[in-house]
């Protein structure tokens, strides 16, 4: 399943951005409003659901990157 996930986050070589994939998972989204087989809906929320651990994965790297200045000035990761 992680490799699923890789997979979704890569686009031709490319790590997508935050913003292309939370458009996907916004499609995914529409398209299980839309009346369906239970089995594509069943595809489609394990899809939106691998898409949301990537979104998850993402945020969580670019928080580890962020950095906080104390008082003097003085850069320190955000814990």
Known sequence: MEERIEEQ?????EEKTLEQLFSELEAVTGALEEESSLEKSFQLYH?????LKACSDRIDRVEKQIQVLDEKGEAHELQ
Do not use: I, P, Y
Request: charged share 20%; aromatic share 0%; no cysteine.
């Open 47 to 51: 899809r939106g659901m691998d898409m």
């Open 9 to 13: 986050a890569v686009a031709g070589g």
